[in-house]
C-alpha cells in the first residue's frame, strides 16, 4: 500500500466550497485508508494501491457528483510530492523571484514539452521535469 496526496484543483474559492471533513469521508467511503486533509486547502493524504491515474479519476468523479461541479484532481505519490517540493531545477531561486510547480493529468509528451519550455523568456523560465511543469518568474507573482 503506497501513501498519496490528491490536490483538488480551485477549490474553498468563492463558490467552490467543499468542507475537508465530507471530502475525507468520501475518500473513506471510495476504500481509501489513513485519510487526512490539511486545513481547508482542498489537498488530501490516503493510502491504496493502484496508479496515481486511476485514483484522480476515480475520487474526482466522486467529488463531481457530490459537490456539482467540476473538480480537478491531481494525485502524486507521497515520493513524488517530496521530489516536486525539493527539485531545484533553477538552482538557488534569487530573492523576490517565484518558483511553482504545475500539475499535469497527463505526461506532456515530447513536442508539448518543447512547446510549454517555449514559453521562456526574459523575464519567465519554464521547464518541464517528468510529469510535471516548473515555473521561474523573476519577480514576486504578484507584481506585473
Known amino acids: 500500500m503506497a501513501r498519496y496526496v490528491a490536490f483538488l484543483r480551485a477549490v474553498n474559492v468563492g463558490r467552490r466550497t467543499v468542507a475537508m471533513a ?9 476504500g481509501y485508508d489513513e ?3 490539511y486545513v481547508n ?16 479519476s476515480r475520487i474526482r ?9 467540476e473538480l480537478t484532481t491531481f494525485v502524486r ?8 517540493a525539493t527539485e531545484q531545477p533553477f538552482g538557488d531561486i534569487a530573492s523576490g523571484h517565484t518558483h511553482f510547480a504545475l500539475l499535469t493529468l497527463t505526461k506532456l509528451t ?3 514539452a518543447k512547446r510549454v519550455e517555449a514559453l521562456s523568456n526574459d523575464h519567465d523560465t519554464v521547464v518541464v521535469q517528468g510529469r510535471d511543469v516548473h515555473w521561474l518568474i523573476r519577480s514576486k507573482s504578484t507584481q506585473a
Do not use: K, M, P
Not at 465530507?22 to 471510495?30: P, T, W
Not at 486547502?41 to 484522480?56: D, I, P, W, Y
Open 22 to 30: 465530507d471530502c475525507r469521508q468520501d475518500l473513506e467511503d471510495l
Open 61 to 69: 468523479t466522486a467529488l463531481e457528483q457530490r459537490y456539482g461541479f
Open 35 to 37: 485519510v487526512a486533509s
Open 110 to 112: 515530447a513536442a508539448e
Open 41 to 56: 486547502s482542498g489537498n488530501l493524504l490516503f493510502s491504496g494501491t493502484g496508479r496515481s491515474a486511476t485514483h484522480e
Open 77 to 84: 505519490t507521497a515520493a513524488q510530492v517530496r521530489a516536486l
